[in-house]
């Protein structure tokens, strides 16, 4: 069925209450879908899950190959990712399916805004669909720039939505976010009985709606940080809106204290229940093991970084690792053991077997490890508790590294720096169930190393900030870290060795989509255009 943007969505994943196993498919066609039956108890649950997807999918692959955390075992599969390494096909294919099911995703969520509501008894899931609208069409306009927004979603009324400067996108969902949260602080502080509680349909936090506000909160602040480098009228926007951020949230004590997650009921009976990082990375529900798992390996890349720069690689930006052994990396890869040492091996992206990262006696090199999918679990199949886990939408690790950082960038708004910088490594540990005691020896040992631990300048503390959060995020989040590293362009990220270019894209390129349905709109992006900045990359960065 082909996908029409901009209209209701084409599936929608259905929660029942009692044991969350329904999925219901729901056609696109109009004469089969009455959308006023369609309520925000039921669209609700499967536009998060069916969003939680994009995440879990395409933007699980792109961002760790972006961010070279993921290389492939090129000693049993030739020809592994030749277009993320070589970057010579950066193209309106390349990954357009991140474009795509976020659009179409977020249909929901504008349905959900739109639904009828005038005794406001649909107050939480209005909120709650503002916030994940926020959260997903960030990311439309970090990859993208300028997009669809005013005229897009309104289904067989507009099929060619203007584009939007992206600036003023990021406006419109930041104003978004504090409706949001003046809705929930409405139905806080004056408890309304006609407004439904989400209870079981909110897959996210079960109907708690202060922890909906914090999550408001940390998605602004991470809007305004993005933010960090404009200038002029931008800047002024700006500042007042984190100084109303501050004084809202607490100065960051109002944040989310926790993991972000969603789960509509996830188990291993079927592949369409499954947990969608174990599905696609790990084994299908018949427990066979899938394509990705056998061929993703670790990168050379973060294989130093995690083993503490073990074979003394002389290049500069490594040398802070140096005897600093990660206790993350078994949880994230499995360990091999290598000239009699055990350790994380991995392979240089863009070498074939025989070359330098590939050496041909290096045959045996790490894959996804099951840290990444059981956490710190001990007992029970792998099957059973990787099908089950829940996605992570937004991890503590990332709202903690946020604050430290705007305890960095603005001290007289947030404080606390080095705290949330301490509390965001042991969060990334403990989702992957790295061990508690190593993980707080570990923040002790970095704490001396400039650009790996809390110490130094100004300038070496942002790069141990963002050289901690791509290893918080590989596995996790990695798109979140690929678009902070083009805004910081920390930590060091190497090309591959087969690369044509310099560096990875600053934006991608409009999907075929556009240029088949709205050619009209769509600003005519060439492959090159992406790896400069000009008028075409994402207004934060464009300084």
């Known amino acids: 069925m082909k996908k029409i943007k901009y209209i209701i969505s084409s599936l929608i994943v259905m929660v029942s209450l009692t044991s969350c196993d329904k999925y219901l498919d729901v056609n696109e066609n109009p004469n089969s879908i009455h959308s006023e039956n369609i309520t925000p108890e039921l669209l609700f649950p499967g536009a998060v899950a069916q969003s939680y997807r994009v995440q879990a999918g395409d933007m699980m ?145 079960g109907g708690d709606m202060t922890k909906w506000r914090s999550f408001a909160y940390t998605v602004k602040l991470r809007y305004l940080l993005r933010m960090s480098n404009v200038t002029g009228e931008l800047a002024t926007y700006r500042d007042a809106q984190l100084a109303a951020l501050s004084t809202a949230s607490g100065s960051g004590a109002g944040f989310i204290s926790g993991d972000v997650l969603e789960n509509p009921g996830y188990g291993p009976s079927t592949n369409d229940k499954m947990s969608p990082v174990f599905l696609n990375y790990f084994y299908n529900s018949a427990g066979n093991e899938v394509q990705n798992h056998i061929v993703i390996t670790a990168s050379e890349h973060l294989a130093i970084a995690l083993n503490g720069n073990l074979s003394a690689n002389p290049t500069q930006e490594y040398q802070k690792f140096n005897g600093v052994i990660d206790p993350r990396r078994f949880r994230l890869f499995t360990g091999v053991v290598y000239n009699g040492v055990g350790q994380v091996k991995g392979v240089r992206q863009g070498a074939t077997a025989g070359q330098p990262g590939a050496p041909t006696d290096n045959q045996n090199v790490s894959k996804l490890a099951n840290g990444n999918v059981v956490g710190g679990a001990t007992s029970g199949s792998l099957l059973t508790i990787g099908g089950s886990r829940s996605g992570v939408i937004m991890s503590l690790a990332e709202a903690k590294f946020l604050l430290a950082e705007a305890s960095l960038r603005y001290p007289t708004l947030f404080t606390g720096g080095q705290s949330a910088f301490n509390s965001a490594i042991l969060a990334s540990g403990n989702w992957i169930g790295a061990n508690s005691i190593q993980m707080n020896n570990y923040i002790s040992q970095i704490s001396t190393r400039p650009g790996l631990g809390w110490t130094g300048t100004d300038a070496q503390k942002l790069e141990a900030i963002m050289t901690q959060k791509w290893i918080a995020l590989t596995n996790v989040n990695p798109t979140e870290m690929y678009i902070e590293y083009n805004r910081t362009n920390l930590p060091y990220n190497p090309v591959a060795v087969s690369a044509v270019k310099t560096r990875r894209p600053y934006r991608l390129v409009y999907p075929n989509s556009e240029y088949a349905t709205n050619s009209a709109n769509v600003p005519n992006i060439s492959s090159d255009v992406v790896f400069t900045k000009n008028q075409y990359t994402p207004f934060w960065n464009q300084n």
């Open 61 to 205: 692959q792109f961002g760790n190959l972006m961010m070279n955390s993921w290389a492939g075992d090129v000693y049993s599969y030739g020809g592994l990712y030749p277009n993320e390494f070589s970057l010579s096909a950066v193209n309106s294919q390349f990954y357009d399916g991140i474009w795509d099911n976020i659009y179409q995703n977020v249909n929901n969520f504008v349905a959900i805004e739109n639904y009828p509501n005038g005794n406001h008894r649909q107050d939480s899931y209005i909120a709650m669909a503002k916030i994940m609208k926020a959260f997903y069409m960030q990311y439309i306009v970090d990859l993208y720039g300028d997009a669809p927004y005013t005229q897009a979603f309104k289904g067989q009324n507009n099929l060619a939505p203007k584009y939007d400067n992206d600036a003023d996108i990021y406006k419109s969902l930041i104003t978004n976010l504090d409706e949001a949260v003046a809705l929930i602080k409405t139905n806080l502080d004056t408890p309304n009985p006609d407004v439904l509680d989400p209870g079981a349909k909110d897959i996210v936090f």
